[in-house]
């Protein structure tokens, strides 16, 4: 614990040191508050430890893998020929360039910590009532205001031998590509983690208990999506539930519901998440969770509760790092600077699904825009090759989408699947959300050659 923690008069306490937890620290210590913070683990919680940054780090090291193939057949000399892997990624080496990233984010969040004069205590925190934390130490908070932000956690199948397999955390312990691995799940954690194995070299296959990929997202890109993956030699089992995991000498076996069995190195599963809230004291503080375990919160951020908060993924709203950063900014705003009024919108969040190629979207699908504005909706698509892949005449290809409503063509869905996607998209997500018409689009000059210009074009 820093000193002088004990017995301190403090304004606000906030229970979590990942993204949501840090910026409501920081944001309210910037307003003047005075604050204390409580985290037992590593600075940054999953988006900078198991998430966010060495899930992009390891996209990053595959993206090269596919370039170096691309360069091959483009002619780039001292490379493998067409048809032949491309050159084993040392993930040792890789992981020591990672995890030296990672600890000067976990410096920086300290340095500013102290400059912020901030109380930091690296123990677990409890609630014994609406004012008052204990640690684990024993030592006791209180302040008027707490935040709880403690974020989730990866949840195993309730099946036979699930301990067998990884979760999403475990993928970043490993030290090499399995050979052949299985990716149980079909949301954007499992379809991310496939890519990944994929690129770098392992055999792999998804199981998926329903339909198709991406439930959530655009129907035609999950399935295009599906396509390029297929072509990359990831095999797909859509409507195939795993049933149970049983060790086989050195490898797992899988029995999926169909009763046929597979053989892997390794299991990882991608089967959601669960909000870390048990032993936090919150229902006996009065604080009312949802049937899964969240923190229910309303639109100001605050619970059932005067005077205690939740952001981020220890809530049911939108599970993404930046959603937990702006929710718990505004909320500070509220709280200690004076904007009584600020509240984060959770309509029209862009995101991006760290796919090969990547999938972004903000904005309806066609068929919520339907459900929402009725039959007159409207969709336009381009699908192409991307120019790099049109060169080395590899199979993969890009589709972008527009939803549309009513008879000005108000632009309310972005969906693109394809090579700069991730970049393209942010742009496009702040005129979405301006209320930008096709006719904005179209009188906007394109920046050629680019795939982004496909946004600007389409008829």
């Given at each position: 614990m820093s000193s002088g923690a004990r017995g301190l008069d403090l304004d606000l306490i906030v229970v979590g040191g990942g993204s949501g937890g840090l910026a409501a620290a920081f944001r309210a210590a910037g307003h003047g508050a005075r604050v204390a913070l409580i985290e037992p683990g590593e600075l940054g919680g999953t988006c900078v430890n198991v998430g966010c940054v060495p899930k992009k780090a390891m996209w990053l090291a595959a993206h090269l893998a596919e370039r170096i193939e691309l360069a091959a057949q483009l002619g780039f000399e001292g490379l493998p020929p067409e048809g032949m892997p491309p050159p084993?990624?040392?993930?040792?080496?890789?992981?020591?360039?990672?995890?030296?990233?990672?600890?000067?984010?976990?410096?920086?969040?300290?340095?500013?910590?102290?400059?912020?004069?901030?109380v930091t205590v690296a123990s677990r925190g409890r609630l014994l009532?609406?004012?008052?934390?204990?640690?684990?130490?024993?030592?006791?908070?209180?302040?008027?205001?707490?935040?709880?932000?403690?974020?989730?956690?990866?949840?195993?199948?309730s099946i036979p031998g699930a301990e067998l397999g990884m979760v999403s955390d475990d993928f970043f312990n490993l030290s090499a590509a399995p050979a052949r691995v299985a990716v149980v799940g079909g949301g954007y954690i499992g379809v991310e983690l496939a890519g990944v194995l994929g690129?770098?070299?392992?055999?792999?296959?998804?199981?998926?208990?329903?339909?198709?990929?991406?439930?959530?997202?655009?129907?035609?890109?999950?399935?295009?999506?599906?396509?390029?993956?297929?072509?990359?030699?990831?095999?797909?089992?859509?409507?195939?539930?795993?049933?149970?995991?049983?060790?086989?000498?050195?490898?797992?076996r899988l029995r999926g519901s169909d009763e046929r069995e597979s053989a892997f190195d390794a299991?990882?599963?991608?089967?959601?998440?669960?909000?870390?809230?048990?032993?936090?004291?919150?229902?006996?503080?009065?604080?009312?969770?949802?049937?899964?375990?969240?923190?229910?919160?309303?639109?100001?951020?605050?619970?059932?509760?005067?005077?205690?908060?939740?952001?981020?993924?220890?809530?049911?709203?939108?599970?993404?790092?930046?959603?937990?950063?702006?929710?718990?900014?505004?909320?500070?705003?509220?709280?200690?600077?004076?904007?009584?009024?600020a509240r984060l919108d959770y309509d029209n969040i862009a995101t991006v699904v760290f796919a090969h190629p990547p999938l972004g979207t903000v904005g309806l699908t066609a068929a919520q825009a339907r459900a929402f504005h009725g039959d007159d909706v409207h969709e336009y698509r381009a699908e192409f090759r991307a120019m790099l892949h049109a060169l080395a005449d590899?199979?993969?290809?890009?589709?972008?989408?527009?939803?549309?409503?009513?008879?000005e063509r108000r632009v309310v869905g972005i969906h693109l699947l394809g090579e700069g996607a991730d970049e393209i998209l942010q742009g496009f997500a702040v005129a979405l959300k301006k209320g930008i018409v096709l006719d904005d689009l179209r009188d906007t000059v394109a920046i050629h050659p680019t795939s982004a210009e496909e946004v600007v074009l389409m008829r």
């Open positions: 084993k990624l040392d993930w040792c080496e890789f992981i020591t360039h990672r995890q030296r990233y990672i600890a000067g984010i976990h410096a920086s969040y300290r340095r500013r910590l102290d400059e912020a004069g901030i009532d609406a004012r008052t934390v204990e640690c684990a130490d024993g030592v006791r908070l209180r302040a008027p205001r707490v935040v709880i932000a403690t974020g989730g956690r990866p949840r195993r199948p690129m770098l070299g392992s055999e792999v296959e998804m199981f998926v208990r329903g339909p198709r990929l991406l439930h959530d997202f655009d129907a035609d890109l999950a399935r295009r999506l599906q396509e390029n993956y297929h072509q990359a030699g990831i095999a797909l089992h859509l409507g195939r539930e795993v049933r149970a995991l049983a060790r086989d000498g050195g490898r797992l299991v990882l599963f991608a089967t959601g998440r669960q909000p870390n809230t048990g032993g936090l004291g919150l229902e006996e503080a009065g604080v009312v969770l949802d049937p899964s375990g969240h923190v229910q919160v309303d639109e100001w951020q605050d619970t059932s509760v005067e005077g205690v908060h939740a952001v981020g993924d220890v809530t049911d709203r939108v599970a993404l790092t930046p959603v937990a950063i702006a929710a718990a900014r505004r909320l500070m705003d509220r709280l200690f600077g004076g904007v009584a009024d590899a199979p993969q290809r890009s589709l972008f989408k527009l939803v549309c409503v009513g008879a």
